[in-house]
């Protein structure tokens, strides 16, 4: 017989582990440092995480635009972590197999160790030179020099990669997606490259399951409304899923061209078809991969809708 609760009284608690603020406090804090301290960009990856908890995109800091470039890294946030010290540093130990998927890993990878009650935050890059490895454990020397500030942009600028200079990313990222960060990271890459494509403009990203995912806003010197060139950039996975798009999301009264990007490769005469979607629909089309092979293709058609912007302002 089921008990009555009627009449019993107290204050619900729901304790909260202290591993789990410590595990926060050190992701918001590395959080801080790369955002404030060196000025790149922090995205952390809370979904399937395999030991890659974000990744790094270094910022040039001349024009204050994405490079692509990026770095893996891993946070390690406790006391426990500093307690095999060394004359100049500290042991972080790790099992063996960890530190083979991060030395096999397609991005360069970072362990970053958290120090609570300091708030420091140490550096050490993972590679055959820092692991020594102990039969089925592992163990990475970090330097108490390596600690995290402006000053280490320096140090880590040249370990980050771009996806041309990693063959094994391109085949992974356009693969069919399975997890969610996926798709966002093949978008921060995208932004990247159009960034490189358009100097000065600016990007506002989405979430990745909405559309458009960005806005590339063009910088104009004129105050003139109709000299503000903005254009919505979708991602779609097949050339199906971009007629699908182009049906919901085109229009002739559009506010803004449409250029979906389709992230397969594609057979010459596809590619070819695409410039057959109905410009009256301001819906662009173009396939792109982070092998760099359909470059022109994507500025192809960044430039369409570009000029349907300019016959637009002329027509009002």
């Known amino acids: 017989m089921a008990r009555d609760c009627r009449g019993i009284r107290g204050r619900a608690s729901v304790k909260v582990q202290r591993t789990l603020q410590v595990e926060r406090a050190g992701v918001a804090r590395v959080d801080h440092l790369v955002t404030r301290e060196l000025g790149w960009l922090f995205r952390e990856q809370p979904i399937a995480d395999m030991g890659i908890d974000a990744h790094l995109e270094l910022v040039d800091d001349a024009r204050q635009e994405a490079t692509g470039r990026l770095l893996g890294v891993q946070i390690k946030s406790g006391l426990s972590y500093f307690r095999t010290p060394t004359g100049d540093g500290w042991w972080f130990a790790c099992d063996a197999d960890h530190v083979s998927y991060w030395l096999g890993h397609s991005l360069p990878v970072l362990v970053f160790l958290y120090n609570p009650d300091t708030e ?35 140090t880590l600028r040249p370990l980050a990669r771009s996806s041309s200079e990693v063959p094994a990313m391109a085949a992974w990222l356009t693969s069919l997606i399975e997890h969610p960060q996926q798709d966002a990271f093949y978008t921060h890459l995208l932004s990247a490259r159009l960034h490189a494509m358009f100097p000065g403009v600016r990007i506002q990203s989405h979430h990745f399951d909405e559309h458009p995912e960005m806005t590339i806003r063009f910088r104009s010197s004129s105050r ?3 000299d503000r060139k903005i254009v919505d950039v979708a991602v779609a996975e097949r050339i199906s899923d971009a007629v699908r798009l182009a049906a919901k999301f085109g229009s002739p009264k559009r506010s803004a061209p449409l250029v979906i990007v389709i992230r397969s490769s594609l057979r010459h005469e596809d590619v070819a078809g695409l410039s057959n979607m109905p410009e009256r629909l301001a819906v662009f089309a173009a396939p792109w991969t982070t092998d760099g092979r359909y470059d022109t293709h994507l500025k192809a058609a960044m430039d369409r809708a570009l000029g349907w912007i300019e016959s637009w302002s002329t027509e009002e």
Do not use: F
Not at 140 to 145: M, T
């Open 120 to 154: 420091h935050v140490y550096w050490q890059h993972v590679n055959e030179q820092t692991v020594v490895r102990t039969g089925k454990m592992a163990k990475i020397h970090v330097p108490r020099s390596h600690e995290l500030t402006a000053k280490s942009a320096a």
């Open 224 to 226: 003139d409304w109709r």
